[in-house]
């Protein structure tokens, strides 16, 4: 019998979420395996926005000058109620930008996941089996023992001392473990449409995107990069969601605004838009992430943005637990900070959704009214970045000051030669970031066991302030910063700095 090859992590499924894992993990030279079952990528775009926390992901694993190139700016969209009337705005943070991009974008996923495929592929730690289906997963003493079944029916056995399931929605492994998933109470049937629209059309579509909360029949409008347009479609009672994929009953649905001469049909896919968080994420060695551990409705454009913060949570903790440096207790945080940023972002993006899906004439126009006084008297004005909320739980610090489950910013520093963003200057890791303006203290990076980074003041200058307005408006002398930049706890004087860091140490000491 051939020996089975042994990895310190196998991801199942090379999706988004698998994919990005994979770059987290090789560029750590992690022994990881990857197992898909297919070999191509599916060339229908799901997800069509991202934020600038993925984009400083892409950033951090060398990919997002290949990516910008697949992406336009994502501005505000504007909520029609059911008179047609402006209810609601969810605008964009306006600049200096605080991660270093524009906040949202929208994007192409075929090409970006294949820059992310090949970005995985490029790491030597990474081994790939494409067309290899994940068939059964069995806990051993100090891993789990995977079995895999190729295109060719050949069957294959191999161990990996962790395994990350990033199989997608209907996740073969979360049943296999008989992990379920909860439901937080939405159930709607859309119709999804992409059309590359004619140069000599597009210019008389709607110049932003929108919800259109007509009980009559809800429709979201996106405008995707280039000449891509999409429109989400709510389903009727009674329409028959195959039917309705039919390019003969699209168009019809599209007449408001293109005909049929004026663009090519990418894709029309019904889709159930549900609110799904698994109950556990975790089973002994084998983890969750993406759609695998949540699903929710597509109307902030959040579901892949959720799996690339879980697999990026995730990578950083396992890789310390590998290398002998933090004690396994910290993968216990996985599940803590991640399920519960995902149930609160899921909620209000189920409670937003809600609102657009009202069919119901008399409760949409209270729902209209609603809104409105809620933005005193006009429309409610929100930003997406308000939506996503903080981390909550998990390894951080809220007891030492503010800010703690926050993202810290990105400035842009200036350098001798010219200007450089944040985390290309700063090393990978724990980070003690000081506000230059408020002290000049001498500190010692190996006494701390964290690198320490001076912003502005005597210490590295920023060009636009985003480091000082963050201190500012956080009452923040400092921070002590996370390998995935969440604050794990924000110092009001220098002088908590020694006392936060003994007190880190403790808890991560392996
Ligand atoms: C209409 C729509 C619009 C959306 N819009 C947005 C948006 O604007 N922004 C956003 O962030 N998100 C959006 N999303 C969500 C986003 O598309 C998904 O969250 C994301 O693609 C999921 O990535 P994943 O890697 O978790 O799973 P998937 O992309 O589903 O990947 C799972 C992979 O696992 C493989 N696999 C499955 N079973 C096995 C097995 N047993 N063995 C080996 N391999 C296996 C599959 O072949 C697949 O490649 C949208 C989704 C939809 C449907």
Redesign the pocket.
Known sequence: MQPIAEFDVAI???????AVAACWLGQAGVRTLV????HTI?EIP?????DHEILRVFQNLGVVEEILPFTAPFGASEHFGAAGQLIRRIGVVDPPYPMGYLPNMVFT?PPVEAILRNRAASHTSVTLKLG????ALKHQHDGVLISTETDRGQSESFAAKYVIA????S???RQMLGLVLDDLGFDEPWL?VDVIVNEDAIQNLPATCAQFCDPSRPCTYIIGPGNHRRW?IMLLPGEDPRQMEMEANVWPLLSRWLNPTDGKLWRA?S?RFHALVASKWRDGRVFL????AH?QP?FV???????VRDVTNLCWKLVSVLRGTTRDAILHSYEQERSDHVRTLTSRIKNIGAAICERDPEAARLRDEALIRQGGGQALEVTRQEIVPPLQTGLIAPQHGPAAGVLFPQPTISTPRGPVRLDDLAADGWHLFIDGRSSSVALDSDELGLSVFILGGNGNPETEGVAAAWFDRHACAAAIVRPDHYVYCGLRTVNEIQKACEELRLRLRA
Do not use: H
């Not at 199942?12 to 698998?18: D, I, Q, R, W």
């Not at 799901?46 to 991202?50: D, E, V």
């Not at 990033?166 to 929605?169: K, L, S």
């Not at 992430?289 to 695998?292: F, L, N, P």
């Open positions: 199942v499924g090379f999706g988004p979420a698998g197992l898909e079952k297919s599916w799901r997800a069509i926005a991202l996923q290899s289906k994940v068939t990033c199989d997608g929605a996740s073969n492994t999804v989400e896919s889709y992430a993406g759609d695998a699903q597509p454009g959040q579901g892949m943005c959720q799996g």
